[in-house]
């Protein structure tokens, strides 16, 4: 068997990954067993996946810092996005213009015809 050519298919990874169904696992075990290269590989495949892992893990700390800024916006309330803050300012601002056109126009206006 070709080990070299055997590893380089990605199906070890696979194997790590438990991805391969039931008989490719079981030929990859016993080619594992057979062959110390495989099983080397495997190792290294799996200490890499580790290292990842740990790597894109949280930070010790970070919970204790999310339940801060939680309890932050709890108590002050949730900030409002500046979107939202110059929607309201707009509506408020159309607003107070088409209340001064109204009252500005209401002599001209004969809502109450003699």
Same mark, same amino acid.
């Given at each position: 068997?070709? +080990?070299?050519?055997?590893?380089? !298919?990605?199906?070890?990874?696979?194997?790590?990954?438990?991805?391969?169904?039931?008989?490719?696992?079981?030929?990859?075990? =016993?080619?594992?067993?057979?062959?110390?290269?495989?099983?080397? /590989?495997? *190792?290294?495949?799996?200490?890499?996946?580790?290292?990842? +892992?740990?790597?894109?893990?949280? *930070? /010790?700390?970070?919970?204790? &810092?999310?339940?801060?800024?939680?309890?932050?916006?709890?108590? +002050?309330?949730?900030?409002? !996005?500046?979107?939202?803050? +110059? =929607?309201?300012? *707009?509506?408020?601002?159309? &607003? =107070?213009?088409? !209340?001064?056109?109204?009252? !500005? =126009?209401?002599?001209?206006?004969?809502? &109450?015809?003699?």
């Amino acid at each position: 068997m070709d +080990t070299e050519k055997y590893i380089a !298919s990605g199906i070890l990874e696979l194997y790590v990954a438990g991805i391969l169904s039931e008989v490719e696992n079981l030929d990859v075990a =016993r080619y594992a067993a057979e062959y110390p290269e495989i099983q080397n /590989e495997i *190792k290294a495949i799996e200490a890499t996946v580790l290292a990842l +892992t740990k790597a894109a893990a949280p *930070k /010790e700390g970070a919970q204790i &810092h999310l339940a801060k800024v939680q309890a932050k916006i709890a108590a +002050t309330g949730a900030p409002k !996005s500046n979107y939202t803050a +110059t =929607r309201e300012n *707009k509506l408020e601002c159309l &607003h =107070r213009v088409g !209340s001064i056109y109204f009252i !500005s =126009r209401w002599p001209i206006l004969d809502v &109450h015809p003699k």
